[in-house]
Nanobody, 119 residues
């Protein structure tokens, strides 16, 4: 069974950078896409960015465009989220997820990693 493990969260100052990692313990290439979501205290979980397995197309939320970048290491089965120019409003728990069974539906989730951006 595939499991996702996020890492790389922590405390960073506003304007700084952080790289999150999502390591899949099994084969995820049979799925459709892999992405990042985040949930800030008192708010709904929101989409951040995703990459399609076929073609490698990437998709970003408006809040992430120009500041966040996805990359994928197929050998390590790891998805990275490179975040720069961080703002206090980026503070959230970041979750990695995979569309395994059905395109458009994220049905495998990691446990999340906390990112805190101080002003």
């Amino acid at each position: 069974q595939v499991q996702l493990v996020e890492s790389g969260g922590g405390l960073v100052q506003a304007g700084g950078s952080q790289r999150l990692s999502c390591a899949a313990s099994g084969r995820t290439s049979s799925g459709y896409a892999m992405g990042w979501f985040r949930q800030a205290p008192g708010k709904e979980r929101e989409f951040v960015a995703a990459i399609a397995f076929r073609g490698g197309n990437t998709f970003y939320a408006d809040a992430a465009k120009g500041r966040f970048t996805l990359s994928r290491d197929n050998v390590k089965n790891t998805l990275y989220l490179h975040m720069s120019s961080l703002k206090p409003e980026d503070t959230a728990v970041y979750y990695c997820a995979v569309q395994v069974v059905k395109p458009g539906e994220y049905d495998l989730w990691g446990q999340g990693t906390q990112v805190t951006v101080s002003s």
